[in-house]
């Protein structure tokens, strides 16, 4: 996978509104593959507790007859985390404040994770 | 099953790094391979080799990174399919120490290297002052490490 298309699907998702920062993760490792994140997040503990909860995430919904993952968000107190399986056996995760639009958020990772194709 | 330590102030910051990573098997032992504690092993020969074989991979790796004029041996990981190595270097308030953690598929080598810095962290803050010690003999060694691993294993 070519750097400069991960750089670009991480600069689609970080230039919605309200969008804390955005990475691409490996699923299996839960280490950071590329990041583009605001200052403060700290990017390796957040991709590998992501990945596991995509992971466990994607146990229960199989387990569960409800097929493949999609697209997860999760809402805290004073933020959105955001997560979607990207190509290559990665995942793409978005951290929002608040005010971020999820749906636009959502579209947005949607075209990010096509251009990695 | 519960962690087996050689001094009570490591099983906090041991049991919850299991806890948190699903580790299957865990070491901590200085770089000569003297295990202060361990989790998941049941029988003393396994964890003698284990420590051996860990000392030795971390001295051997800190002479290659000598060699390339690098700071010091941090960290190692192997991946295999079913199965995670990681071997760890940490300075500690009792000098430096190894980690070597065995983990399988239901965790990452992510969640591993995250709860390290914990682990590393807590036991930072849990470790009493070291005590003062005389002159290292060999058979205060032998002692000590028949000691060591009766504690492990009781």
Do not use: C
């Amino acid at each position: 996978m070519i750097p400069g298309r991960m750089d670009a699907a991480l600069d689609r998702v970080t230039r919605v509104r309200g969008v804390r920062g955005a990475m691409l993760v490996s699923s299996d490792d839960g280490l950071v593959v590329a990041d583009a994140l605001m200052e403060g997040v700290r990017g390796n503990a957040v991709a590998a507790l992501a990945a596991s909860l995509a992971t466990r995430l994607g146990r229960a919904m199989e387990a569960a007859g409800a097929g493949e993952q999609r697209f997860v968000h999760l809402a805290a107190a004073k933020g959105k985390l955001l997560l979607m399986p990207a190509p290559a056996g990665m995942l793409l995760v978005a951290l929002t404040d608040q005010r971020a639009n999820v749906g636009l958020a959502r579209l947005e990772m949607q075209q990010a994770v096509e251009g990695l194709s | 099953m519960k962690a087996r330590v050689v001094e009570p102030w490591l099983v906090e910051p041991v049991e919850r790094f299991v806890r948190e990573t699903g580790a299957r098997l865990t070491l901590i032992m200085t770089p000569a391979g003297q295990v202060l504690a361990q989790y998941g092993f049941t029988r003393a020969v396994e964890v003698m080799a284990a420590a051996a074989l860990g000392a030795g991979i971390a001295a051997s790796t800190g002479e290659i990174v000598r060699m390339l004029d690098e700071p010091a041996f941090r960290a190692l990981n192997h991946q295999s399919p079913t199965h995670g190595i990681f071997l760890g270097h940490f300075d500690s308030p009792r000098g430096g120490l190894l980690a070597l953690v065995v983990y399988g598929a239901d965790t990452s080598i992510g969640l591993v290297q995250l709860f390290f810095e914990d682990l590393v962290a807590d036991l930072a803050a849990a470790a009493p002052p070291p005590p003062t010690r005389g002159p290292v003999l060999a058979a205060d060694f032998e002692r000590d490490l028949n000691e060591s691993l009766a504690t492990l294993f009781r």
